[in-house]
Every structure is written in C-alpha cells, then in structure tokens.
C-alpha cells in the first residue's frame, strides 16, 4: 500500500492551495484519513481527519480557513487551504487506517512542502 501526496508549492499569504493524497496497492477498506504538517525542529502535529463516514476534526488554528474531504471511490483525501498564513509553512503528511490482504495499517505519505511567503 502507498500514499501519495500532492499539491503543496509556494502561496502568497491569503491565497489557497488545495492537497491531495491517493493511496493505491491491494486496498479492502479504509479508516480515518488525516493531513498532519511538520516544520523543522518541531513535532509532527495532527491538522485535520476525516472518518468512513465523513466526521471531521480540525487543530484550533486551522478551524474555519482548511477543510477535509474525501473520495472513498478513489481512495483519496483532500485538504483545501483557503486564507494561508506564514504559519501554515511546513511539510504536510497524509495518513490513513488502510485495511488490506495484511490486515490493518497506517500509512503515510511522503510529505509535500507549503510555503506561505510574500
């Protein structure tokens, strides 16, 4: 199983950039699909999650500016990041509760870089 992550870059302090993470390989099912970011020096932090069913969960700073989606046909989540702020920099991680022929796994993918700079 994998993860792929896409769509980071470098955004002006205001604008929006969207995430997208695909997990591909032998897949029965998928738990909670999550964003997490790192900046260097720091701890991994949780950003948003997002359950089989659609509930939601976001980290305080993010609340009302990011939020999470899914396709459950293309095994994919997705992070749109409206109003960034320099303090949204860093590498952003996805994750999934992934259930295959193994059993059940975390996955992660490799990260992708957001840079907010004017």
């Known amino acids: 199983v994998q993860l792929q992550a896409s769509g980071g870059g470098l955004v002006q302090p205001g604008g929006s950039l969207r995430l997208s993470c695909v997990a591909s390989?032998?897949?029965?099912?998928?738990?909670?699909m999550g964003w997490y970011r790192q900046v260097s020096g720091k701890q991994r932090e949780l950003v948003a999650s997002?359950?089989?069913?659609?509930?939601?969960t976001y980290v305080d700073s993010v609340k009302g500016r990011f939020t999470i989606s899914r396709d459950n046909a293309k095994n994919t989540v997705y992070l749109q990041m409206s109003s960034l702020k320099p303090e949204d920099t860093a590498v952003y991680f996805c994750?999934?509760?992934?259930?295959?022929?193994?059993?059940?796994?975390?996955?992660w993918g490799q990260g992708t870089l957001v840079t907010v700079s004017s």
């Open positions: 390989g032998r897949i029965f099912s998928i738990d909670s």
């Open positions: 994750n999934a509760y992934i259930h295959g022929p193994q059993g059940g796994v975390y996955g």
């Open positions: 997002i359950t089989s069913f659609g509930s939601t």
